[in-house]
Structures are given as C-alpha cells and as structure tokens.
C-alpha cells in the first residue's frame, strides 16, 4: 500500500462533510464544476445497499473514497471511486483492486461465481479509466449528458399532438408505469429486470415529491413513460429527465417527443432554467436523434466501463 495511506474503513453519514469535501475536490480538478449536491451524498451515504469505503492517509485525513452497489440478485455490481488529486496516485489501483475483491464477495453471497462489474467515469477522467484500463476492464458505450435552456420569456413549443401525457398517482397506474418501463428498456445496455417493488423503493428513496411519474397514452393505451426528478435544481435550477421510455411497438409515432415537449412545458413553469437527461449513444432506438430533434445539445460525456461476464 502507498506511504500516504494507513486505514480504510467503512464510511456513511456521520463522514458526509468528509466525504462532499473530496468528491468537490476531484471534480473541480476533473470538470471544472460541483456534479452533485450535499442531498445526494447524505442518501447514498444512509443507503442499507450501498457500501462505501474511504480511505485515509497518515494523518487521518480522507484522500480516496469507492462506493459499490449490487443489482438485485444478479452478479451486476457498479461501483464508483475518487482520488484527492493531491494523494499518492497509486492509491488508486489499490482502491480499485479493494473494491473489485468486494464485489465478488457480495455476488458470492447471492450464490454468482464471479461478478461483472460497471464504472461510470468522466471522458476528462484520464487517470480513473487508466486504472480500469490496467485492470482489465473495457469501455462498453457512452452516456452523453444532454441540455436544452429555457427562455423565461418565450414558452417551449407545443405543437398539436394525438399523445396524451398525465401524471401517475395512484398506485394501479404506477404498477402500469413499471410495466411499461421495464418493456422499453429490454434491449438496452445493462438492463436487468426489476420487480415492482423494488422500482417503487428506488422511485420513493428521496422522498414523495422528488420524482414524477408521466405517461403517454395513443388513444387510451399507455404506451410511454418520463420519469423526472430534482436532482438538478438546487445546482443548475434545471429539470432532469431520469426515464423516458416507449413500448417497441409505439415507436415513431411521436411519444417520446410528446413527453419531452411535456416535460420543458411544466420546468417553464416552475421558472427553471433548462432540462437536463443522460443518453446512451449506442442506445438502439434513436434516442439521440429524438432528443436533438427537440433543440437538446450535448454538455458532457460519460464512459461506460465493465470487466466480467453478465450471469442471471
């Protein structure tokens, strides 16, 4: 282990100011800007499946912190990990290698083999993917972060539609918005199935009014669905778009542009200042076009990487 570092342990919420520190650190060194908020951070730090590490140096101060998190009862595990620009860069492949050997035990516990395991890094990140690149991991796609600002003075376009968009409320509705999700996205990157259940507990893990639920309707059949959250309005007073779905057989009809169209709608009214969303440029069903078809642009690009075989 490098000179600079003694102790790692387990962290959670009691190491938040810690722990916002660095990761405010690393990304001013890497982006430019703070990508996330003292919110986010205390919730993934309470999270009971979320496992997030620190590591320390040899004055007790914080200078590496990694996080991973199983999916369901797969052998998919993500993890996440920053180096304090200032530490000793060989910290980094000793974070990796700690994390790497956790995810196998934790798919072990689940009865897998071996784990696959996900990172999502900065294109500036050159370090981090020089890491995962030594290890043995391969970049799998791209996931572009896409914007389009607001006029406070001019409404966005609502062009004449046949897609009905409403807000989902009642829990037979939000078990039909899960449906309707898990059928659009079976053909994407890293999909796993998911019961309704666990949907429903990571729709609610920040509370009722953090996130929305919208369907889309061709004549009284839903056949999409937007999730929107907060997550970017304390930081850019912007509206994020978590989902956006539609069944295979609705494509090309206008739905997902009528959920877009919808969503800057009410963000204008709320005064923000832009609506945001992440894409997979490999994504096989056009989404990129869709979204630059509504005046959307990139702002900021996101490697995928992975190491292992997917097992069920």
Known sequence: MPTTTSTHRTVGPDDL???????????????????????????????????STGWYDGQG?????????????????????YLRPSADPALGPVMLAALEDRAAAVVAEV???APWVGANVYRQDAGTQEWLRAAGFTRQTTFTRMRIDLDPAQPPEQPKSDVTVRRVTVEADLRVAHEVEEASFLEHYG????????????????????????????????????????QF??????????????????????????????????????GRVAVLLH????????????????????????DAWAKGERAG
């Open 17 to 51: 100011d810690d722990v916002c520190d660095l990761l405010a650190e690393c990304d001013l060194a890497t982006v430019g800007f703070v990508d996330f908020t003292r919110d986010e951070i205390a919730v993934d730090l309470a999270k009971a499946t979320i496992e």
């Open 61 to 81: 101060a914080l200078v590496g912190y990694g996080w991973l998190q199983r999916t369901e009862r797969t052998n998919q595990v993500e993890i996440d990990l």
């Open 111 to 113: 009865g897998h083999a």
């Open 191 to 230: 999909n796993v199935p998911v019961s309704y259940e666990s949907w429903l507990d990571r729709l609610l893990d920040r509370g009722e009014d953090f996130r929305h639920v919208y369907l889309a309707e061709l004549d009284g059949t839903p056949v999409g669905l937007l999730t929107s959250t907060r």
């Open 233 to 270: 309005e304390e930081d850019e007073d912007a509206g994020y778009v978590r989902t956006l779905g539609v069944l295979p057989a609705a494509r090309g009809r206008g739905v997902g542009t009528a959920l877009l169209r919808d969503c800057f709608a009410r963000a204008h009214r709320e």
């Open 279 to 302: 894409v997979d440029v490999a994504n096989v069903t056009g989404a990129l076009r869709v979204y630059e078809s509504v005046g959307m642009r990139a702002v900021l690009e996101i």
